[in-house]
């Protein structure tokens, strides 16, 4: 079994994957296999709607998404982490999942996958974002476990989100139930 960690920062080891790292860690404690993927530095272009796919089951524009998205359809689960711009999801989050529509073709690719999202900001807009993560999670068909919190932290400067132990302890609690509830459907 394998779940990912993909990062929606631009800043690479920055607040979300520090915050995903942990989450990922909790997995891996229960024997699943990890692997933490940031965007950082990744071109993944908005879907532009040409309308492509729907025939042809292949997206037209050629760049790191593909890569990524192969091993989103392999894989078991996956968390999708964005920090809050503008009291919403990055662009680099909101790409990835907009492109994801390559999959109507392909019939339910994510379905009964586990997963969720985990968000940072250094103030507000982290349940509205939060909420925009799920709707992807919602409409593919996965599992998505709760934790002791919703997967929200707080952070601002590099580093900062570990002193947030409430928001730290939400995200550990949430990776021990996503690996006990990969477990379970996968068993
Ligand atoms: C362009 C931009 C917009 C931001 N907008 C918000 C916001 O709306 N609300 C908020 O609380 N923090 C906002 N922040 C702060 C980030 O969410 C915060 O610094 C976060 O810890 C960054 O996570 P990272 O280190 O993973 O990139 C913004 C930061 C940037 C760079």
Not at 84 to 92: D, K, L, S
Not at 100 to 115: H, L, P, Y
């Amino acid at each position: 079994m394998k779940i990912l960690g993909i990062v929606g920062s631009p800043r690479k080891g920055g607040n979300t994957e520090q915050l995903t790292r942990i989450a990922l860690e909790e997995v891996q404690k229960e024997g699943i296999e990890v692997e933490l993927i940031s965007l950082a530095g990744k071109k993944i272009e908005p879907c532009t709607g040409c309308g492509a796919c729907r025939s042809t089951g292949e997206c037209v524009i050629k760049d790191d998404f593909e890569a990524i998205y192969d091993k989103m359809v392999a894989a078991e689960g996956f968390i999708l982490t964005s920090p809050v711009y503008f009291g919403a999801a990055t662009p680099q989050i909101t790409s990835l999942i907009s492109r994801c529509f390559v999959s109507r073709r392909k019939k339910r690719v994510f379905d009964n996958k586990v997963g969720g999202p985990i968000v940072v900001a250094r103030r507000a807009g982290k349940n509205f974002t939060y909420a925009q993560l799920l709707f992807f999670f919602m409409i593919s068909g996965m599992i998505v476990p709760g934790s002791t919190y919703w997967n929200v932290a707080i952070g601002n400067d590099m580093g900062d989100v570990v002193k947030d132990t409430e928001g730290v302890e939400t995200i550990r609690n949430f990776g021990k139930k996503l690996a006990w509830l990969a477990k379970k459907v996968n068993a």
